[in-house]
C-alpha cells in the first residue's frame, strides 16, 4: 500500500492530536469553550454544560453572547472583543452568564486567539471560573462595613480608635457636635491636646494599662472644646485587634456635661438623688416595611436583656407599653409614608425581666440607594430610665416648692401671691361664662393692742386660730381662704351671690367668737373679726372692682363699731362700680 504523502500524514496526526486534546479537555474539572470566527460555539467542556445546565448539541453552534446577561453583552462589545482582537487575548474579564433555568452566575473569563484552527481561520479558547461565591460574599462584606460606617457616622455618641500613646487612628464626626472639631482637625491632635490638665495623667495611664491587660473600662474625664471650654465625658474603652495592630483601643464618647451638672445642682440644694448610668452605648437595629427585626446590634444584651438572635424577626411594638403603642405607630408610618426623615421619641419598652424601663430612640427612614423609596427603617434605643425617674423627681420637688410659694407660712393660708392669682383666674372664668364672684375682706378687731396686750407670739397664735377657723367655714374645692396681709384675711368665692357670701361670712364672725379668745381691748372682752362682702356680675374688665367694693364694706364695719359684717351693696360709693346680685 503507497504511504501518504508527508503533508497528509503531518495533517492526520494533528487531527488526531487535536481530537485527543478536545476529549481531554471535554472532560477536565473546568468551564471551557471555543468559539470561532463568527463568535460561535465549536467546543465546550462538561464541566462548563453541568454548570450551566444544557446539554451539549444545545449550544454547539450558537453564539456564545447568547449565554450571556444583556449587559455583560453589551460591555464585550463595546469594550472586551476590541481590545481582544487587537491583542489576542484577554484576562479575567468580569461577566454574568445565565443558565437554563434562569438564573444568573457571575464569572471570570480569560481567552486566546488559537491560529491553528482546523479547517483554516481563526478560533478561540476560554477558561471560565465561577465566582458566584466569592462575589456574594464581596457584597456581603460591603453591606456589613457600610451598615457599621452609617452607625458609627450617625451615632450620637464619639467614636474613636486609639492606641496606649494617644494617637488617634479614627474619629467620628459626631465630635463636631460635641467638641466643635472637626474629624479631620481631631486625627491632627494628639488626646493629650484635647484632655483637661487635671485628668491627663489619670487618662494616659488608662490608655497605657488598658492596652496591656485588654480590658474594658468605663473612665469620665473633661475634653476641651474648639472655642476653649471644657465638657466632662464618659468613654467606655475596649481593646481591639485591627489591622494586624494589637495596640488600639476603641472608646465610646458620651457628652455627660448635662449629668455632671445635675449633680452638682441637687448637691448644693441638698437633694440625694443618684443618677443610674450603665455606660452602655446604643442598641442599633434595622426594621423591614413590615416593622419586622432585620438587624440588632449586641447592645440589645445590655439595654433589654436579649440576644440579638431573640429579636430579629420580631416586631418591636409587641414589646411596647400599651399606652405609648399608638405614639410609636405614629412614628413608624410618618417615616414610612416619607413625611418625615427623622423622628424621636421616648416611650416605655418590656426588659426581658417583665419590667418596663423607659427608652429614648430615634429614627432615620432607611431609603433604596437606586430609586430613593423607603425601604425600612433605621434606628438608635438607649435606656433613659434613670434621666427619667431624675426628672419626675425634680418635677415634685418643683411642685412643692410651687406650693410653699403659694402658702402662708405661718398661717398656712394660701397668701397674697397666690390670691393674686386666683382673682386674675376667676374673673375671667366668670366674664367668659357670664357668672358671679363674691369676696369677703376680713380684719381682726383691734389685733395692734392685742399685740401690745399679749405681745407677738400670742398674736401670731390668734392668727393661726382665725385662719383654722375660716378655712373650716368653707367647704367648696374652688373657694379659697388667703391670709391677705397682717391680721387681714379675704375668702374668695366662685359663682357666689352677695346673700351667699353674706352668710358664710357671718358664719365666720360666729366661729371666731366661738373661739372665745380674750382680747381686753374688745368690748365684749373676747377676739372678734370685721367682714366687707362684695359680688358682682364680671361685666368688668377690671377686678379690682371687686376688691374695692369689698374694702369699702370692710371699713364701714369698723365704723360701726366692729364684729359686724356689711355689704357692698348697703355701702353707697360702691353702687357706681358693681352690678351686685342681691339676695
Keep these: 500500500m503507497p504511504l501518504a504523502p508527508p503533508a497528509a500524514q503531518d495533517a492526520d496526526v494533528d487531527a488526531r492530536v487535536r481530537a485527543e486534546l478536545e476529549r481531554r479537555l471535554a472532560v477536565a474539572p473546568a468551564m471551557m469553550h471555543s468559539i470561532n470566527e463568527q463568535g460561535r460555539l465549536v467546543f465546550v467542556s462538561d464541566t462548563w454544560l453541568a454548570k450551566l445546565g444544557y ?93 457599621y460606617r452609617f452607625l458609627a457616622d450617625n451615632s450620637a455618641d464619639l467614636i474613636m480608635l486609639v492606641d496606649g500613646g494617644g494617637r488617634r487612628a479614627f474619629v467620628s464626626p459626631a465630635c463636631e457636635a460635641m467638641l ?15 484632655v483637661h490638665p ?33 465638657v466632662w465625658v464618659e468613654a467606655n474603652l475596649k481593646p481591639v485587634a485591627m489591622d494586624g495592630r494589637t495596640d488600639l483601643l476603641i472608646a465610646v464618647v458620651r457628652n455627660v456635661d448635662a449629668r455632671i451638672e445635675a449633680d452638682r445642682r441637687l448637691q448644693e440644694s441638698e437633694a440625694r438623688y443618684r443618677l443610674l448610668a450603665d455606660n452602655s452605648s446604643d442598641m442599633v437595629f ?62 416605655r419598652i418590656r426588659h426581658r425581666n417583665g419590667h418596663w424601663i423607659w427608652v429614648e430612640a430615634r429614627f432615620r427612614a432607611l431609603k433604596d440607594p437606586d430609586g430613593g423609596a423607603t425601604i425600612g427603617i433605621l434606628g438608635a434605643l438607649r435606656d433613659v430610665s434613670a434621666r427619667k425617674a431624675v426628672e419626675d423627681k425634680l418635677a415634685e420637688a418643683n411642685r412643692r416648692l410651687q406650693a ?55 398674736g401670731d397664735d390668734c392668727l393661726r386660730r382665725v385662719a383654722r377657723a375660716i378655712a373650716s367655714t368653707i367647704a367648696r374645692p374652688g373657694d379659697l381662704a388667703v391670709r391677705y396681709g397682717g391680721e387681714e384675711f379675704a375668702v374668695l368665692l366662685p359663682n357666689t351671690d352677695e346673700a351667699g357670701a353674706t352668710l358664710i361670712a357671718e358664719r365666720i364672725s360666729q366661729t371666731v367668737l366661738g373661739l372665745a379668745l380674750p382680747h381686753e381691748a374688745n368690748a365684749n372682752g373676747l377676739v372678734t373679726v370685721s367682714a366687707g362682702v362684695a359680688a358682682l356680675v364680671c361685666t368688668e374688665d377690671w377686678p379690682e372692682a371687686l376688691m374695692l367694693s369689698a374694702d369699702r364694706a370692710l371699713y364701714r364695719a369698723k365704723d360701726f363699731g366692729r364684729n359686724a359684717v356689711i355689704r357692698a351693696s348697703e355701702v353707697a360709693p360702691a353702687a357706681a362700680l358693681l352690678s351686685p346680685a342681691v339676695a
Excluded: W
Design 198 to 230: 487635671d485628668d491627663a495623667d489619670r487618662v494616659f495611664d488608662t490608655l497605657a494599662a488598658r492596652t496591656r491587660n485588654q480590658a474594658e473600662l468605663t473612665l469620665s474625664y473633661r475634653m476641651r472644646r474648639k472655642d476653649g471650654g471644657y
Design 180 to 194: 466643635g472639631f472637626s474629624p479631620q482637625e481631631m486625627l491632627a491632635m494628639n488626646t493629650a491636646d484635647t
Design 404 to 458: 410653699l410659694a403659694d402658702q402662708d407660712s405661718l398661717t398656712g393660708l394660701a397668701n397674697r401671691r397666690a390670691f393674686d392669682e386666683a382673682l386674675a383666674k376667676e374673673h375671667l372664668r366668670a366674664r367668659r361664662e357670664r357668672q358671679q364672684l363674691a369676696l369677703i375682706m376680713i380684719d381682726v378687731d383691734h389685733f395692734k393692742a392685742f399685740n401690745d396686750i399679749y405681745g407677738h407670739p400670742a
Design 55 to 147: 446539554a451539549r448539541d444545545e449550544v454547539l453552534g450558537r453564539l456564545s453572547s447568547d449565554f450571556l446577561t444583556p449587559e455583560s453583552r453589551a460591555y464585550a462589545a463595546r469594550e472586551v472583543l476590541p481590545e481582544f482582537f487587537r491583542t489576542g487575548r484577554c484576562e479575567n474579564v468580569e461577566y454574568q452568564m445565565v443558565c437554563k433555568d434562569g438564573h444568573v452566575i457571575d464569572v471570570l473569563l480569560s481567552a486566546v486567539v488559537d491560529e491553528a484552527s482546523p479547517g483554516g481561520g481563526r478560533s478561540s479558547i476560554a477558561v471560565i471560573a465561577d465566582v458566584t461565591t466569592l462575589k456574594e460574599t464581596k457584597r456581603a462584606l460591603a453591606d456589613s462595613e457600610a451598615r
Design 286 to 347: 434595622q426594621l423591614d416595611r413590615d416593622m419586622v427585626r432585620r438587624y440588632v446590634s449586641p447592645a440589645c444584651r445590655e439595654i433589654l436583656g436579649y440576644a440579638p438572635e431573640e429579636l430579629i424577626g420580631k416586631k418591636p411594638i409587641n414589646m411596647v407599653h400599651p399606652d405609648d403603642a399608638a405614639r410609636l405607630t405614629l412614628v413608624y408610618q410618618s417615616l414610612l409614608s416619607g413625611a418625615v426623615e427623622r423622628q424621636a421619641i421616648v416611650n
